[in-house]
């Protein structure tokens, strides 16, 4: 654990219940007492911080002295301040150790930073704790091969895009090429899609001359610069769920009925391709396997039929 990290839970569990408050200098020699090597500045950005992080628990209130102004730090009211996970639940600090896996990209960045004190606490406390340390050991988070890796995104061009879709503003883009650069003046952005370990954006070019240009999706670790302008309302009116599907040649879910060969079965039937799979023993072909599910139709799916097909591992039914 950090020295940081440590510093910061000491200072958590020493804050006084509401009504009790203490300064930045008694708190500051409490950490002393407790053998920490600290300025009182350094003791003060770290209550700043955890204020920042937990604002409905922890109070700060102002007092002005003969000389200059004091701080006095306490808990707002009687209820526990901190998650469990924080305070050593083994439970929880494991949940929060696995679900930050999945929170890379699927949180605005602004705050997937602020919830890093928590990952390692949480981590922390995961490991020190013998059931949660052999779980982890024992569940690993593997990513698919056959899938990118996530690629590193511009911190200041995602935080400005996503200011601007909260906003409302239109977005000037600088995006990397094979070739160079391409520039897009007032882009309205739509959305951020998912799409394997790609962030994409989905953004309404204005300017573009025909459909398959003004609806766009740009790779946001290809976007090198980013800044905000005043939209100037001229969206076309695209409903955002319309752009994606038709960007991502995506639309109505399908009853799929394959035939397809035990080779393929058995990958199927370890990695379902759809929802509500089943596979069952083919009564018209001995060998085979039918299989039903309901999948999203898309020209991924077309491809992957038709290249089955064509190697005479699957028949469409």
């Not at 701080?71 to 930050?100: C, F, H, I």
């Not at 999945?102 to 949180?107: D, G």
């Not at 999948?295 to 038709?306: A, G, N, T, V, Y």
């Amino acid at each position: 654990m950090s020295e940081q990290l440590r510093r910061q839970i000491e200072l958590l569990r020493s804050l006084p219940k509401a009504g009790n408050a203490k300064s930045t200098a008694q708190l500051h020699q409490h950490l002393k007492e407790q053998g920490f090597n600290c300025t009182k500045r350094t003791a003060e950005r770290d209550l700043e911080l955890l204020l920042q992080l937990f604002p409905e628990a922890i109070r700060r209130k102002s007092q002005q002295g003969d000389n200059s102004r004091t701080y006095l730090w306490s808990q707002k009211d009687s209820k526990p301040m901190l998650p469990e996970t924080l305070l050593g639940n083994p439970e929880l600090a494991l949940a929060m150790t696995l679900l930050k896996q999945q929170a890379y990209s699927r949180l605005p960045l602004r705050i997937f930073n602020l919830l890093k004190p928590l990952w390692e606490q949480a981590s922390t406390s995961a490991e020190q704790h013998r059931d949660s340390q052999k779980w982890l050991q024992i569940s690993r988070y593997l990513p698919n091969p056959l899938r990118p890796e996530t690629p590193a995104i511009n911190s200041k061009v995602q935080e400005t895009i996503e200011n601007a879709l909260l906003s409302g503003d239109a977005l000037n883009l600088t995006v990397a090429t094979l070739d160079g650069h391409i520039e897009y003046e007032r882009l309205l952005p739509m959305r951020l899609l998912q799409r394997e370990e790609i962030l994409l954006l989905l953004a309404e070019n204005p300017a573009a001359d025909d459909i398959n240009q003004q609806i766009c999706t740009l790779p946001m670790h290809r976007i090198t610069q980013a800044s905000t302008c005043l939209s100037l309302d001229n969206s076309s009116g695209i409903d955002p769920d319309l752009a994606q599907n038709y960007v991502l040649g995506t639309g109505e879910r399908l009853q799929l009925h394959l035939r397809i060969n035990r080779t393929l079965a058995e990958a199927l039937f370890e990695r379902p391709l759809g929802s509500g799979q089943s596979i069952q023993p083919s009564a018209e072909q001995p060998g085979w396997y039918e299989l039903e599910t309901v999948i999203e139709d898309s020209p991924q799916l077309q491809r992957w039929l038709k290249r089955r097909g064509l190697n005479g591992e699957l028949v469409v039914l």
